[in-house]
């Protein structure tokens, strides 16, 4: 090959490494199952530019995607994948676009490798039914749980002999002190309420009789 057609593409190549664009994504490398996987994604691309970063199975089938919009003020951005409930092995994480004819930098970083390890058993439930023969019937069923709970039910069989219900009460009663007492403040406060009333009346009295005795000096009245 001419050295001139060499330092051509050369050059080419260079100008293509400096004035392209740069995507990265960079994603959490090794998590436990049930974990989540962490994304940061990291572009130049032109702002309301979208694209997808997609989890991948080991088998290569897709398994949940997440859009990303690039920002005018382009900061970094976080995706999150859920891994619960997901076997060990390693997955991947890449970014999906649609961008006809775009050209990206050398270093651009598209996903990466994650391994996934130990797997997240479900917690079962199983029902047991107990039964006591003694009377009164208690039947007891209990749930295991990671706390476990115990549901008793218990049946009553009617005899001949009427059941007789007992109610206790737990609300404090006042005994009679307490009431006498009651009684004596409500009727210091209405004593209390006729004094004032009654001293309202003498002020009112003091008045018309100061009011009365100036019409009778004027006029000359005894």
Known sequence: MP???LFILCLI???TSVSGYGLYVDCTDRV?????????????????????????????????TQQVTIMEDKTTQYKIFDTTGLASGNYSVNARLRIDGTIFRNDSQFGNTVIIT??????TTTTQTITITKSPLLSAT???????IITIT???????????????????????????????????????????QNKKIESQNDLLNQILSKIKSVFGWN
């Not at 218990?154 to 007992?166: G, K, L, S």
């Open 32 to 64: 436990i199952a049930g974990t989540p996987i962490k994304c940061s994604i990291d572009s130049d691309l032109p702002v309301g530019t979208i694209f997808f970063v997609e989890l991948y199975s080991p088998t290569v089938q897709q398994i949940a």
């Open 142 to 148: 209990i749930t295991p749980t990671a706390t476990p």
């Open 154 to 196: 218990r049946t009553v069989t009617p005899t001949a002999t009427p059941i007789q219900t007992v109610i206790i009460s737990t609300i404090p009663t006042k005994s009679v002190e307490e009431l006498l007492n009651e009684q004596n403040k409500k009727i210091d406060e209405q004593n209390r309420l006729i004094a004032e």
């Open 3 to 5: 050295r001139s057609i």
């Open 13 to 15: 190549s260079l100008v």
């Open 118 to 123: 130990g797997v997240q058993i479900p917690p």
